[in-house]
Structures are given as C-alpha cells and as structure tokens.
C-alpha cells in the first residue's frame, strides 16, 4: 500500500503529468458545480503531491490567470482559499527542515510597503486579509526562489508555467465562446471578462515565452508565441497591441542589435498600413481592430455627442480621448479630484479605495466608472509616498535583472524584465491595483 502510494506521488511529481493535469483541470473548470467540485479537489490533490518542490510555487502563478473562474463550489471564494492552506504546510515544512531564504532586500522593502498601505485602503478586514495574503505568498515564493543555487533554472520554469497558462487562459475563452459585442465588431476574451485585461495575460505570455526553457524544443517555443501573438489580436485592444510591439522593439534592440529592431519596425509599418487602409468587410476582429486604429488619422471628432459631453474640451483634447476610448477624460478627472479635492494627508498617505467601497462616487466621473490608470489608484490608495517607494523597488529589480542579463546574457533574465514591463506599461490604461496579479507581477 505505501509503495503504490510512493508511485502515485512519484508520478504526479513528474513535469509532464503535473503541466497535462493542471491544464486539464483548468480548461474543464467551470461547467457544472459538481464536476466544479471533483475538479477543485484534484488540483489539491495535485498541488499537495508537490509541496516539496517548486511546482506548487509555479502552480500558483498558473492559478492567477485563471482565478475568476477557480470559483469553489458550496463554500464561495476562489481556489486560493485552499491554496494559502497548502502554502500554510509548506512554510511548516520548510521551517522543520530548516530552510534557509535570500535576504533579497529590495523585494522585501517592497512586500513590507504593500503589507502597510493594505491596511489603510482596504474596504473590509476581510479584504485586507486577502490582500496581504497573496503579498506575503509571492512574497515568500520569491524568497525561497531566489536562495536556490538553481535560481535561473527556476526562473525559465516559472517563464514556462506563465506562457503556457496565459495561452490556456485565451484558450478557455475561445472554448467558451466569451466575447465582448461593440457596435460594428466583436473582441474576444479569455478567463478574465474584459479585452484589454486579457490582452495584460497574453502579453505577459508573449514575452515569457521568448524564455521559456522547459519547452525544450524551440518549434514548441514558437508555436506558443505564435498562439498567444493570434490571442492578442483576438482581443482588437489597439493598447495591448501597441504597447505589446513596442516593448517587442525593445526587446529586439536590447537582445537582437539595433539592425534587426528597424527591421521590425518596418514590417509592423506595412501590416499596420494594411490593417488602415485595406478595406475590409464584416463585423469580425481584424475589422473592429482597422476600425479602431483608423481613429488616429481623423482629427476632426466624428461622433457629436462627445462634443456634447465635453463642451470645455479643446479639439486636440477631443482627438487625444478619443484615440483612447475616453481615457484622457477618466485620467483627467481623477488627477484633478486628487490634485484639489483630497486633502495633504491623504494625498501623502493614501487610504482612499477607487476599486471597491463607495469612495468612487465622490469623484465627479460619469457613469461612476473606473480611472482605467493604476498610478491614480496607487495614489489613491498608496498615497504619494507608498506609490514612490513601490516604483523605486521594482525599478530597482528592474535595473537588477537587466544587470544579470548584461553580464551573463542569459535570455531568461531578459524575459523576466520583459514581464514586468508588461505590467508597468499595461497600468496606464487598465485599473490593476490591488487585484492578484498586479501585486504578483510586481514583486517577482
């Protein structure tokens, strides 16, 4: 009996089986509440065979991109309940065995400033327990990484687990059939119900997979880029896209010399130029997506009723909110609230929630909506001080890794940069301040 039991651990350990099951329980999530249920405890199950080892650290990463749907039946909340319970044994065992963690300084500065300033903008002691649970995770997670003298080995792995499950993530939209429906085009969206935030994954994805080394064939390597390339225009978000190319420029200057990176820029000039120019028919992606670029080359504002809206707007103004789908109008709005109407201290310290609680409704927004800009609500929030100390650290890591990667030219280090690019860029037009993945994303 202990023997067959050995195997069976034994053989969920192995890489290959624990990646298959934890795909296929994820892609089946979601049907019926007592499949639901079958399924929440398998991956338990699954995550409890590898508490020793680091795939339980990259399985909780696999689980971010694909929480919104993780629901729990019969109890509620997400599967991360269950997952601060295995993290739970594994500090216990880590700390019998003795286990030594790097005193990364830097990170842990920056773990101890989101654990402070979660006590001054969460809505509920309930929220701030979730908030600083999944920092002190990551946190640990990260630690306990960077000690092992196999860290960049590591690294690749955790790339590997974040390409392939942001990829798996689109392809559970698809499945599904999630889409967004605009007036004239449809955008399509993964496990998360919004475009421009599954964009976030797949980008996230796209440069992970440029160093994912546990696909050990590189056609593999390609193939996943390719997918998650076709599930960002999936998502017809014109700044996933952009933001995505530029930082793909970037990438090329930085890994593949200043040649290949003009090279690029001339090839996304000519697709782009087809995609504005060349007519095409249809309500699909590609067209919503030439509908949405074509915004750039009309300066004079089609639609009245924005004029109607904004009457103090100059015409630049009007062109600059509407290139940006009424971005400059939300970003405007809130800077000036906090410029004007929110007073020293909390401006200093934060402590005023834009995401949950009634505090949004004392901004004058229309339709109470979100400022779509992670730096106001981390202002918020944060405050002035926390939202300088959290940019100081990550940039500080930032220019650490990019260091490593200097020096031994290591293209795993250049994709962990990459990612965390990602996030940075990606928080001027989307609100991902507090949620799961802004944190995890910041603090690797």
């Known amino acids: 009996m202990k023997k067959t039991f050995l195997s069976a651990i034994n053989f969920l350990q192995k890489d290959l089986v624990f990646f298959i099951t934890m795909g296929i329980i994820m892609l089946s999530y979601g049907l019926t509440g007592i499949l639901d249920l079958i399924l929440a405890a398998a991956l338990f199950i699954l995550l409890l065979a590898n508490i020793n080892n680091n795939k339980l650290f990259y399985g909780y990463f696999a689980c971010i991109f694909f929480e919104p749907i993780l629901v729990l039946p019969l109890v509620g909340g997400t599967f991360f309940r269950l997952f601060y319970v295995l993290m739970f044994i594994r500090v216990v065992i880590d700390i019998v065995k003795r286990k030594k963690y790097k005193f990364d300084i830097p990170t842990i500065i920056l773990g101890i400033v989101f654990l402070a300033t979660s006590t001054v903008y969460s809505v509920s002691l309930s929220r701030n327990i979730s908030v600083a649970m ?22 690749g792995e955790l790339l590997t687990v974040l390409a392939v499950f942001a990829a798996l993530s689109g392809i559970y939209g698809l499945t599904r059939g999630f889409m967004n429906e605009a007036k004239t085009y449809i955008r399509l969206y993964g496990t998360i119900n919004d475009s421009n935030y599954s964009a976030l994954f797949y980008t996230i994805g796209l440069f992970a997979s440029l160093g994912a080394t546990m696909l050990k064939k590189k056609w593999m390597r390609i193939v ?47 697709i782009l130029s087809a995609v504005m120019f060349v007519p095409i028919k249809g309500d699909g992606i590609i067209s919503g997506a030439q509908s949405k670029f074509q915004r750039f080359l009309v300066y004079d504002d089609p639609l009245p009723e924005l004029k109607y809206q ?23 709005t809130y800077a000036i609230h906090f410029i004007f109407n929110t007073p020293l201290s909390e401006q200093l310290i934060g402590g005023n929630n834009t995401i949950e609680g009634g505090y949004r409704d004392s901004v004058p927004v229309r339709n109470g909506m979100a400022s779509h800009n ?27 890794y990019y260091i490593s990667y200097l020096k031994t030219k290591d293209i795993r280090m250049l994709c962990l940069v990459f990612v965390m690019l990602t996030v940075l860029l990606f928080s001027l037009s989307i609100s991902t301040f507090p949620f799961r993945y802004s944190i995890a994303f910041l603090l690797i």
Do not use: H, W
């Open 310 to 332: 904004y009457p103090e707007y100059s015409d630049f103004e009007l062109y600059i909110n509407r290139i940006a789908s009424n971005r400059y109008y939300l970003s405007k």
């Open 374 to 400: 992670t730096y106001l609500d981390m202002l918020f929030m944060m405050g002035i001080i926390g939202t300088a100390l959290v940019l100081i650290f990550v940039m500080i890591n930032l220019i650490r």
């Open 224 to 270: 996943l880029t390719t997918v998650l390339v076709c599930l960002l225009i999936s998502t017809a978000s014109i700044a996933g896209i952009l933001i995505a190319f530029l930082l793909f420029v970037l990438y090329f200057f930085f890994n593949k010399g200043f040649k290949k990176g003009i090279l690029l820029i001339v090839i996304f000039a000519v």
């Open 134 to 155: 999944n920092i002190l995770m990551v946190l640990y997670i990260m630690l306990s990484l960077k000690k092992q003298e196999d860290y960049k080995k590591s690294i």
